[in-house]
C-alpha cells in the first residue's frame, strides 16, 4: 500500500512562533495531490492547503505554506504566528492519480501551541 | 450552502443490534466518501462512490458492513451485527469533480 508517513506524533511550539510539520509519502502515480487537513477536540475535518504535483510553487493559504519537495517526496506544512486555537491534529493526505480517486491519510500530529 | 450533513451524531448501541449511520452530501458534488477513524488505525478509507456508484470498497473490512447511494443526495453505512471493535468515528465526505474533500461532523459509533 502506498502510504502517507507523519514521523512527529506530538508537537509543542509557542504562541506566535512558527512550527514545521513533517509529511512524507509513497507514490508510484506520476500525477497526485497532497492535501492538509486540521482537526481540532471537537473533531470536525477542516481542509487548510492542497499542492498539485505539477505545481511549480509551493502552495501558501494565509499563515499555512507547504514546503513541497517532490523528489524527496515530502509535503511538510509549515504554520507561521501559532495562534493557540491552532492546537489540534494535523493530517497530511494524498489522491491517487487518474479517475480512481482515493485519499489516503497519515496517522497525524498532535500540535500543541503554548502561550 | 450546507455541508455534508451525516446521523446520528452519536450512537450508542449494544454488540449484535444493526447500526445505520446517514450522510446527505453536498448538493453538486458527485463523490461521496465514508471513513472510519479510531486511535489504532487512523483514518481509513471504507467505501467511494462516484455518481452513485461504489468505485472502490476493498476498505469494507467485512461482509457485516454495507454500503448503498441510492440517489446523489442520499448515503447509509450499515452494520450488521455490530460488535465492539466497530466502536468509531465515522466520518462522510464529499467531492466535486475536483479539489479536496468536504467532511461532515462524524457520527460516534460505541458498541457495548
Known amino acids: 500500500a502506498q502510504k502517507i508517513t507523519q514521523t512527529q506524533p506530538g508537537m509543542f511550539v509557542q504562541e506566535k512562533e512558527a512550527v514545521t510539520l513533517d509529511c512524507t509519502y509513497d507514490t508510484s502515480d506520476p500525477s497526485y495531490g497532497l492535501f492538509w487537513y486540521k482537526q481540532p477536540s471537537s473533531g470536525e475535518m477542516i481542509f487548510l492547503i492542497y499542492q498539485g504535483s505539477y505545481d511549480q510553487q509551493n502552495a501558501t493559504e494565509g499563515r499555512y505554506s507547504l514546503n513541497f519537495q517532490k523528489a524527496r517526496k515530502s509535503a511538510n506544512l509549515v504554520i507561521s504566528a501559532s495562534q493557540l486555537g491552532d492546537s489540534a491534529m494535523y493530517f497530511c493526505a494524498r489522491n491517487s492519480g487518474g479517475s480512481n480517486y482515493k485519499l489516503t491519510f497519515g496517522k497525524g500530529t498532535l500540535l500543541t501551541v503554548n502561550p | 450552502d450546507a455541508g455534508v450533513i451525516q446521523s446520528p451524531r452519536h450512537e450508542v448501541t449494544e454488540m449484535g443490534q444493526e447500526v445505520t449511520l446517514r450522510c446527505k452530501p453536498i448538493s453538486g458534488h458527485n463523490s461521496l466518501f465514508w471513513y472510519r477513524q479510531t486511535m489504532m488505525r487512523g483514518l481509513e478509507l471504507l467505501i467511494y462512490?462516484?455518481?452513485?456508484?461504489?468505485?472502490?470498497d476493498s476498505g469494507m473490512p467485512e461482509d457485516r458492513f454495507s454500503a448503498k447511494m441510492p440517489n446523489a443526495s442520499f448515503s447509509t453505512l450499515k452494520i450488521q451485527p455490530s460488535e465492539p471493535r466497530d466502536s468509531a468515528v465515522y466520518f462522510c465526505?464529499?467531492?466535486?469533480?475536483?479539489?479536496?474533500?468536504?467532511f461532515g461532523e462524524g457520527s460516534r459509533l460505541t458498541v457495548l
Open positions: 462512490f462516484n455518481n452513485n456508484v461504489p468505485i472502490d
Open positions: 465526505a464529499s467531492r466535486p469533480s475536483t479539489g479536496e474533500l468536504f
